[in-house]
């Protein structure tokens, strides 16, 4: 039984930690810029000049496992802010308002030279203007031109076929704002953008995505899990957020070869695993124990979440000759993918049947409003090919409104009477 | 024989388009009662009232008869139910239904966005073109425009009834002002000008003078619960009441750029950039006496202006209430409450101010 972590999972853990400690140092003792970023903004753009980028989400699921989201969420509560709002997205907002509501994990985000986004959900324009006006920072926005063509199996045409996913137009406003922000990170970085480089660097995301690619297959295939859900998030993660450099690839590499050796060696992560689970949505920050709590009960185990599983399907671009162009044609569609009609639910029932996989488990977000989006189709979706679905409510980083023993005893229920 | 029309989600798309390609305009509005088919696809507290009404009809057959259902991407919900109508004829989940079209105006400030917007504006008059059959001149969209902005001089002249001195309710001026959308140009411009003109041989009316702000309403429910309480309504920040109309379009040889930059800088919805959003709202701050801020469930936007709004309501003395009920229901006791008080906060400091 894998009861210990993989080395890699420890490896990525203490990567980002000293990571962040490098990125305060240098911010702090050195003067140099660095950016915050929404998590679906190309991070490779501003690695290629030198400015480490911190992701939005990320800084929001540290927050959330430190268990400091309450005392933030709290303290924008008292602000005015209504509790509908998007606390997702807004939870490094409120950490940086609200300094004193709470311990900033790590001492806590320094002053970024810039803040970028993509305009998808609504509120991200709100959210990033306060935030950078709270740091007297500079706010780059990327608009996100809606999708008019909608091209079924996506995960079939992104890899050579990019071009025929997005329509000529949306790519090429995107591209068109891609080359503004370039020009922001020349003049911030003082350093001159080199677009051989970016073609390099996105040949060796694709490198890093095959690696997770095989890993998938190595799961899906495998007679029992080898690597828990959790594991498998932390170590695509860490890579993610730099990825393409040479740290990412061989950690992606290590972390295949280790997932390798447990399935050669037949261990399991839940041996005389019964039920093969998927998660659908963003991960439960604050409680990540929820996804380990069904081995011991229902040898039921979470095989599956979109952060392995995207990484391969969503990123891989081949034909490089135009990298900016191939780099815009991964940003432009990334959430519809992920959420909606008809991408999100042919890709995860895709992905669910490769997985073996025996129940679904769908968030239902409370506060992401058009980021909840689409769940109906998915949950309509797995249960015509057979899969049962489950409906968690909850918020990813507010631990406040979360019936944790509540949740459980609905998934037990689940798995004892439609999964077993 | 019913007239060639077009259905829209949200007034952010260019009239002057519709009416030269021979159609009229039909917007989604809110409203109560049951709406079971939507609510099987569309999940809740994510989309309002309109567009959960646009998919009842959407599936029930009710839009069968119209030309095109255009859908602006004036919000991210608006855009996901785009992708939503499109699901349902895809999976023949919406059989009689007409083709459904992604009106793409973007409104953020990058240098971009207005070449993004212009050719966008020109494919939607391609498709509805294509559609009636019907290809405007550029001479033709001139007049088009020339007709709009005749009647949004006579909007303008109702909405100088409402403030400084009001002698016209909310509740009663906002369907008139909101037909600018929906009505041929020259008949609103008729019918406004008469009713402007009996408006303006009335006394003025007493009361507070309230802005409606936050998210906009496309009723006036909310404008009768306000003024039941002895206040009147002058002015919304929103597309249906006094910011329907807006400024004039401007007319000279591209038309099409004209509109295009028209309906992203006037175009207001939860894409409109907060800047100008606050601007705007600030801008009517002199000539009000209180502030009704209507944040309903659905809300994801507007809530995060309200800090800072309300940080300006203090420091200028003016009294405001949030309101987080559907502007399509009755306000709760506890509203009602708040908006009493309000009133007669404002009542209060209207009554120094004179003397």
Same mark, same amino acid.
Do not use: D, N, Q, T
């Given at each position: 039984m894998a009861d210990s972590q993989l080395e890699a999972t420890v490896a990525a853990s203490a990567f980002q930690k000293q990571w962040f400690a490098d990125l305060r140092r240098r911010v702090f003792d050195d003067r140099q810029p660095y950016a915050l970023l929404q998590a679906d903004v190309p991070f490779e753009l501003f690695d290629l000049v030198d400015i480490p980028a911190v992701s939005n989400q990320w800084w929001a699921a540290i927050v959330a496992a430190k268990r400091q989201a309450p005392k933030f969420l709290d303290a924008m509560d008292a602000d005015g802010l209504h509790g509908d709002l998007c606390r997702y997205c807004s939870l490094g907002y409120a950490s940086t308002r609200y300094p004193d509501a709470g311990d900033s994990p790590w001492g806590g985000l320094p002053t970024p030279r810039l803040l970028c986004a993509r305009l998808t959900c609504d509120c991200i324009h709100r959210v990033f203007s306060l935030w950078a006006a709270t740091f007297g920072a500079e706010l780059f926005e990327i608009d996100h031109p809606g999708a008019g063509d909608l091209p079924p199996r996506w995960w079939e045409l992104g890899r050579h076929n990019w071009r025929e996913l997005v329509e000529p137009h949306r790519l090429a406003f995107v591209v068109a704002t891609l080359e503004r922000l370039v020009e922001r990170l020349e003049a911030i970085s003082g350093r001159a953008f080199d677009r051989r480089a970016l073609r390099q660097r996105l040949e060796l995301v694709n490198q890093q995505e095959e690696v997770f690619d095989a890993v998938r297959r190595l799961i899906a295939a495998a007679p029992e899990c080898p690597v828990r859900m959790t594991e498998q998030i932390t170590n695509v993660m860490a890579t993610q957020w730099v990825r393409g450099s040479e740290w990412a690839l061989a950690h992606a590499r290590a972390f295949h070869d280790e997932v390798k050796r447990r399935v050669d060696d037949g261990? &399991? &992560?839940?041996?005389?695993?019964?039920a093969r689970l998927m998660w659908i949505g963003a991960g439960l920050w604050h409680d990540t124990a929820f996804y380990t709590a069904f081995e011991a009960s229902h040898r039921a185990v979470f095989v599956w979440s979109m952060y392995l599983a995207f990484g391969p399907d969503g990123y891989i671009r081949y034909g490089l000759e135009d990298p900016m162009a191939a780099l815009a044609s991964r940003t432009a569609s990334f959430n519809e993918y992920l959420h909606n009609p008809p991408w999100a639910a042919a890709w995860i029932v895709h992905q669910a049947r490769e997985h073996r996989i025996d129940g679904a488990l769908v968030l239902r977000p409370r506060s992401m409003k058009p980021g909840a989006t689409g769940r109906l189709f998915i949950e309509r979706a797995l249960e015509d090919a057979g899969i049962p679905v489950l409906p968690i409510d909850a918020d990813v980083v507010d631990a406040r409104g979360w019936d944790a023993d509540g949740a459980r005893a609905s998934v037990r229920a689940f798995l004892d009477t439609r999964v077993f | 024989m019913q007239e060639p029309h077009i259905v829209v989600s949200w007034p952010s798309v260019p009239v002057e388009i519709v009416r030269a390609t021979g159609f009229r305009t039909v917007l989604a509005r809110g409203a109560l009662g049951p709406t079971p088919g939507a609510d099987a696809h569309l999940e809740p507290g994510i989309f309002p009232s309109r567009l959960r009404r646009l998919v009842e009809d959407a599936l029930t057959g009710r839009l069968a008869l119209a030309a095109r259902i255009v859908v602006p991407r004036t919000s991210e919900a608006d855009y996901k139910c785009f992708l939503y109508l499109r699901e349902f004829v895809r999976k023949d989940v919406a059989t009689a239904l007409a083709p459904i079209v992604l009106f793409d105006l973007l409104q953020s400030h990058g240098p971009d966005v207005p070449a993004y917007d212009v050719a966008r504006v020109r494919a939607l008059l391609d498709d509805l073109s294509s559609a009636s059959g019907r290809i405007p001149s550029a001479d033709d969209l001139r007049r088009e425009l020339t007709r709009a902005n005749t009647a949004r001089a006579a909007a303008r002249r109702l909405v100088a009834l409402r403030c400084p001195v009001p002698r016209v309710a909310g509740a009663e001026v906002l369907p008139l002002l909101a037909a600018f959308w929906e009505m041929d140009p020259d008949r609103y411009a008729e019918m406004v000008s008469d009713a402007a003109t009996r408006i303006a041989a009335r006394p003025p009316l007493a009361g507070p003078r309230v802005l409606l702000t936050g998210a906009p309403v496309d009723g006036h429910t909310l404008h009768e619960s306000i003024e039941s309480h002895g206040a009147v309504v002058v002015d919304e920040v929103g597309p249906w009441g006094s910011g329907a109309a807006g400024e004039d379009v401007r007319i000279d040889d591209d038309p099409v750029a004209a509109l295009a930059d028209k309906y992203r800088a006037d175009s207001i919805g939860a894409r409109t950039p907060v800047g100008a959003l606050r601007r705007l709202t600030q801008s009517r701050l002199d000539e009000v006496d209180a502030v009704v801020v209507s944040l309903p469930p659905d809300d994801a936007v507007f809530g995060w202006d309200y800090p800072a709004l309300r940080d300006v309501l203090n420091a200028r003395r003016i009294p405001h209430v949030c309101l987080r009920c559907d502007p399509y229901e009755r306000p709760t006791s506890a509203d009602h409450a708040a908006l009493d008080a309000m009133v007669s906060a404002a009542s209060q400091l209207q009554e120094a101010r004179h003397g």
């Open positions: 261990v &399991a &992560a839940c041996p005389g695993e019964r | -």
